[in-house]
């Protein structure tokens, strides 16, 4: 099937710049990225990831850990580890 239809979209030079270098590391373009979620929003019917807004703890945690409250930092995954008794 020939691929003559268009998509056009407005984003912000920052973000696609910083969405272009990961997509480059992944050896991926813009257009395959873009050709690869339509295909799995077809395979899936609907979005391949959940997208809603979240609860009121949720946002009250990423709030936090935004703003590095009650964040625990750790040198190495061996102290990660012990710290959780593993």
């Not at 395979?43 to 959940?50: A, E, N, T, V």
């Amino acid at each position: 099937m020939s691929k003559t239809a268009t998509i056009r979209t407005r984003i912000e030079p920052n973000l696609k710049t910083e969405v272009e270098d990961i997509l480059a590391q992944l050896g991926l373009t813009a257009s395959e990225t873009v050709h690869m979620l339509y295909r799995q929003i077809k395979l899936q019917r609907g979005l391949p990831f959940d997208v809603r807004i979240p609860n009121a703890l949720t946002a009250r945690t990423l709030t936090a850990s935004k703003t590095g409250k009650n964040v625990k930092r750790f040198g190495s995954k061996k102290e990660l580890f012990a710290d959780l008794g593993l």
